[in-house]
Nanobody, 125 residues
Framework: QVQLVESGGGLVQAGDSLRLSCAASGRTASMYAMGWFRQAPGKERESVAVINWTGTRTAYADSVKGRFTISRDGGKNTVYLQMNSLKPEDTAVYYC??????????????????WGRGTQVTVSS
């Protein structure tokens, strides 16, 4: 079992920055990759960024490229999502997820084995 706990969400203004954290605990040694996803009201959950467990490979959704950065602190088993130049359309609940299968920007949601409970990010205009 793996437990994932997100933190760092909040209410900010357009153009501001936030850093989300996802702390992983439990059987993390076999994890292959982690990702950040988001779900806005009335919309499907979508991938935002993914990173392999060693932190050497990353991938981003086109909508956040150049603004968001995913990173990993191996010593703390924590994955971060640095979000800069936030826009109102970034408003959503942000979730982190972990998979034992493969690192892929196209991995479907069903390919992720564990999910956190989410943290709300609200960007006002």
């Amino acid at each position: 079992q793996v437990q994932l706990v997100e933190s760092g969400g909040g209410l900010v203004q357009a153009g501001d920055s936030l850093r989300l954290s996802c702390a992983a605990s439990g059987r993390t040694a076999s994890m292959y990759a982690m990702g950040w996803f988001r779900q806005a009201p009335g919309k499907e959950r979508e991938s935002v960024a993914v990173i392999n467990w060693t932190g050497t490979r990353t991938a981003y959704a086109d909508s956040v490229k150049g603004r968001f950065t995913i990173s990993r602190d191996g010593g703390k088993n924590t994955v971060y999502l640095q979000m800069n130049s936030l826009k109102p359309e970034d408003t959503a609940v942000y979730y982190c997820a972990a998979t034992y299968t493969v690192f892929s920007s196209n991995l479907p949601l069903s390919g992720y084995n564990y999910w956190g409970r989410g943290t709300q990010v609200t960007v006002s205009s």
